[in-house]
């Protein structure tokens, strides 16, 4: 099976749903990265293949406090 896309959404339910695993606070989708942005601590979890990866070792720090002020849903690292 051949997708169109490499960026595969989950759903609003289970976005609202998940918390980040480190601070227990909401996390949000981001749909340039194709990731979960928990805002709390400044940590990008991937989403592969529709699937959170919310071990706390596949977290990606984001650089600076700032860019997760400065971010929205659209325009993520």
Do not use: W, Y
């Not at 976005?15 to 949000?28: D, G, M, N």
Request: charged share 25%.
């Amino acid at each position: 099976m051949v997708r169109a896309s490499t960026v595969v959404e989950i759903s609003r339910t289970l976005s609202e749903i998940l918390v980040c695993p480190l601070s227990k606070q909401p996390l949000r989708v981001c749909e340039k990265s194709n990731s979960l942005i928990s805002d709390a601590i400044g940590v990008s979890f991937p989403i592969i293949d529709g699937i959170p990866c919310l071990v706390p070792k596949d977290g990606k720090i984001i650089e600076t406090p700032t860019d997760v002020d400065s971010l929205d849903t659209k325009q993520c690292t």
